[in-house]
């Protein structure tokens, strides 16, 4: 993981670049990945925001029902933490969760079904957008509850340390949750525990309809925070893949080892509503248009082919690739039966 180092993100969109740190615009640095790495770190982020635009047309047809929170221009936060990750380690989320289920290799199909509220969706059609699990891939859900999620994952995070499975569980959150007391209970505990547990805050600048300066005394910086109790921090720019890919690599590696718990800020941003539902009369349309110079989705394929890492047609056949498997998937969604009625109490504990 790279040493705590400060980076800038206001409502410009810039991220300044410093130590280990990974250049902003998603250039990246001297990657050492292979051409396959990079071009599946493309597809993911193509087939998230595919399937996002995919939910969004389904939910103005009335076909996805109750809430919807999309993960457009947040792509590559999701996609650079969970690459490093083994099929053992643990996957914890907020309700902003396809883009982290996607990126997990959830399928497709099962996602999407579970957001038409189908039988054949991951959570048998009960979940919805809010709730991906699958516990076979170690996705132990997107959760409603802002903040919810963070000692769910705390208590995994124990069960591995207590194990010694050699395991780690990532947690995701948004700026919003900071402000619960559950935030600050689990960081504390964590690192009273040591837990190998590494907390990923994607901060988008919003909480709701809220701008961070507006709810938050102080810095609008949160990693600095957090050395308050023993934990190390680093901050990357969010837009960029690569950047934030190596830095979870290093918190990963230094996790295994027993040097946990550790904290990464993603500097990200969503270019749509908090929800479906949301006008977005809080912002201005320049702030969205100053991030959608860096939208990773755009920029990095064009630095691959400028780069001659690949060309031009072997982006367009991905994109080709990824359109078929996302109209296949909400083809299967609308075709996937209701559930039955009598599997109303089926799966509940207590």
Not at 18 to 43: C, P
Not at 168 to 191: I, K, P, R
Request: net charge negative; aromatic share 10%.
């Amino acid at each position: 993981m790279a040493s705590r180092t400060k980076a800038t993100s206001g409502k410009s969109g810039k991220t300044s670049k410093s130590g280990d740190q990974a250049a902003s615009n998603g250039t990246g640095t001297s990657t050492g990945y292979s051409k396959d790495q990079l071009l599946e770190m493309y597809r993911q982020m193509y087939l998230i925001r595919q399937f996002e635009v995919a939910c969004g047309e389904n939910y103005a047809r009335g076909l996805i029902r109750g809430f919807l929170h999309l993960y457009i221009g947040q792509e590559a936060t999701g996609v650079g933490t969970i690459a490093p990750l083994n099929d053992d380690d643990y996957i914890v989320t907020h309700y902003r969760d396809h883009g982290h289920a996607i990126a997990r290799g959830l399928d497709v199909n099962r996602s999407m079904a579970e957001l038409f509220g189908r039988k054949t969706g991951l959570s048998k059609g009960k979940g919805g957008s809010m709730h991906l699990f699958d516990a076979a891939k170690k996705f132990m859900g997107g959760h409603a509850i802002v903040g919810g999620q963070l000692p769910l994952a705390l208590g995994l995070a124990f069960s591995q340390k207590y194990l010694d499975t050699k395991g780690v569980t990532v947690c995701y959150f948004g700026d919003g949750s900071t402000n619960q007391g559950l935030y600050h209970e689990t960081l504390n505990l964590a690192a009273v525990w040591k837990v190998p547990m590494l907390f990923v805050l994607e901060n988008n600048g919003y909480g709701m309809g809220s701008a961070v300066e507006r709810v938050r005394a102080g810095s609008p910086d949160f990693y600095t925070d957090v050395e308050k109790y023993g934990i190390e921090a680093a901050v990357v720019d969010g837009m960029d893949v690569i950047a934030v890919r190596e830095a979870t690599e290093q918190a990963v590696k230094r996790l295994r080892a027993g040097d946990g718990p550790l904290f990464i800020e993603a500097k990200t941003f969503r270019y749509v509503g908090h929800s479906y539902a949301d006008g977005q009369k809080y912002r201005g349309s320049e702030e969205i248009d100053e991030w959608r110079k860096r939208d990773p989705v755009e920029v990095y394929p064009q630095m691959l082919v400028k780069r001659d890492i690949a060309t031009q047609k072997e982006i367009d056949d991905l994109k080709a690739a990824v359109d078929e498997e996302v109209v296949a998937a909400v083809k299967f969604a609308e075709e996937s039966p209701q559930p039955d009625p009598d599997e109303l109490f089926d799966d509940i504990y207590a």
